[in-house]
């Protein structure tokens, strides 16, 4: 079976542990899909300098933040690693890619505060891929493409990011959509609809409400993953689609049976 893409606006880390709408519908993914020999999600947390990828075979949960309650720091994601699937990543990647394997590297909330309450028995084996902000938006494209056969594998592919994420225009006194937020949230759901990719890769000419939007490309990018594994037949789910001040939750569920 040809496993479905995903993109996961994720939010606030807090989604891992409360009970609202977004986790909902997490949770509702995990019972919905089918069960996935692995896991590849591209997280908007771990930048590289190429395309790392996480080599242990039991991988530390990460609490990489600050300022939320105790119980959030408590958590703990014991999901294994799969050293095999990174080997062979690196393999499909290629010298482009300039993959190599992180023994040590553990997982960070992008991954685990949205896998939790999609599985949360930990039983599915993770792999996380690292993000080289520093290249374009079409090197991440080609870089995605080269991933396609672990759909036949099993493996379900998990970008986890924010199209909108502008954490210094966030105001935390009043969770009503930016404008600015609400145009691009509209425009880039747009550019999806039509599939668009090469104008979403090149995020940075699509003027100034992609500048508030994006000011840095780290939760941006893992978008670009599935969207470049799609096939142009694949239906494109939108879930989760709200803006919340200046971050969106858009989602998207690709190729679903």
């Not at 919905?32 to 039991?58: F, N, Y």
């Not at 969770?175 to 999806?192: E, K, V, Y």
């Not at 599939?195 to 992609?210: E, Y």
Request: net charge negative; hydrophobic share 45%; charged share 20%.
């Amino acid at each position: 079976m040809k496993m479905p893409l995903l993109f996961l606006g994720h939010g606030s880390p807090m989604n891992a542990i409360e009970d609202n709408a977004w986790s909902r519908a997490w949770r509702a993914l995990g019972q919905r899909l089918p069960h996935p020999q692995a896991i590849l999600c591209v997280s908007a947390h771990w930048e590289t300098p190429g395309a790392w990828l996480t080599g242990s075979a039991a991988p530390d949960t990460l609490h990489d933040f600050y300022g939320f309650p105790q119980a959030l720091f408590d958590v703990r994601y014991p999901a294994p690693g799969a050293p095999t699937l990174a080997e062979r990543i690196v393999a499909l990647l290629g010298a482009e890619a300039d993959a190599r394997i992180d023994p040590r590297r553990g997982l960070d909330h992008g991954a685990w505060a949205v896998l939790r309450p999609m599985y949360p028995q930990a039983d599915v084996p993770i792999v996380q891929l690292g993000l080289d902000t520093r290249r374009p938006g079409e090197w991440h494209v080609r870089i995605a493409r080269g991933l396609a056969p672990l759909r036949e594998e099993g493996v379900l592919i998990v970008g986890s990011g924010d199209i909108v994420h502008n954490l210094r225009l966030y105001d935390f006194r009043d969770p009503r959509p930016a404008p600015w937020a609400l145009r691009f949230r509209d425009r880039t759901n747009a550019l999806i609809r039509k599939r668009d990719l090469a104008a979403l890769a090149d995020w940075r000419a699509l003027g100034p409400d992609a500048a508030l939007s994006i000011p840095t490309p780290e939760h941006y990018l893992p978008l670009l993953y599935p969207l470049a594994l799609a096939a142009d037949d694949e239906h494109i789910e939108f879930f989760n689609d709200e803006v919340h001040g200046s971050l969106s939750m858009t989602s998207l569920l690709i190729g679903a049976p």
